[in-house]
């Protein structure tokens, strides 16, 4: 949702980061072009402020686990520029954490968390009209190094 509102040249009202890389945000798209939405405490918002309705289309699939977003509208003459990430201050993942569990059978090992590194990220979006700038955003991530863990079966 986060891309197709910026790619569409559309005003970002409230965004919150992720606070840890996701990787398969990166999949398709350059690291910190992605958006975090929980409720009910983080929300991403945005303006529609052409003159004319947009048609929001989710399509998923849930055998591909995959959510796509797709805006319709009447073209205004927006011109959009995202630059490149800005890419600093980069960190290793810290070292697993491994955890016993009582529940699982000894010998078993189960990861469920997956390290990330961190890092800083910056990239910019200018949008024009009729040569006219409309805006000028910065938008900023700072990436927490995030540790895998794992369960460590310890059932006899």
């Known amino acids: ?7 569409a040249g559309l005003p970002v009202i409230t965004r919150h980061p992720h606070a840890y890389r996701v990787y398969y945000y990166e999949i398709e798209s350059p690291i910190g072009i992605d958006a975090s939405v929980y409720q009910p405490s983080l929300d991403l918002q945005f ?7 947009i048609l929001i ?4 699939d849930l055998n591909e686990y995959t959510l796509v977003f797709r805006f319709y509208g009447t073209p205004d003459g ?3 520029e995202i630059s490149e990430p800005v890419v600093t201050n980069v960190t290793g ?21 997956f390290a990330a590194g961190g890092a800083n990220v910056s990239f910019t979006r200018k949008v024009t009209k009729d ?3 409309m805006y000028d955003d910065v938008f900023k991530t700072n990436y927490q190094p995030w540790k895998a863990v794992y369960l460590v079966g310890t059932k006899e």
């Open 47 to 53: 303006k529609n402020d052409t003159p004319n309705y």
């Open 78 to 80: 927006r011109e959009v």
């Open 131 to 133: 040569g006219e700038i």
């Open 93 to 113: 993942a810290p070292a697993a954490e491994y955890r016993d569990d009582p529940t699982l059978q000894k010998g078993i090992v189960r990861q469920i968390d």
């Open 1 to 7: 949702m986060f891309r197709a509102i910026l790619n």
């Open 57 to 60: 289309q989710a399509d998923w």
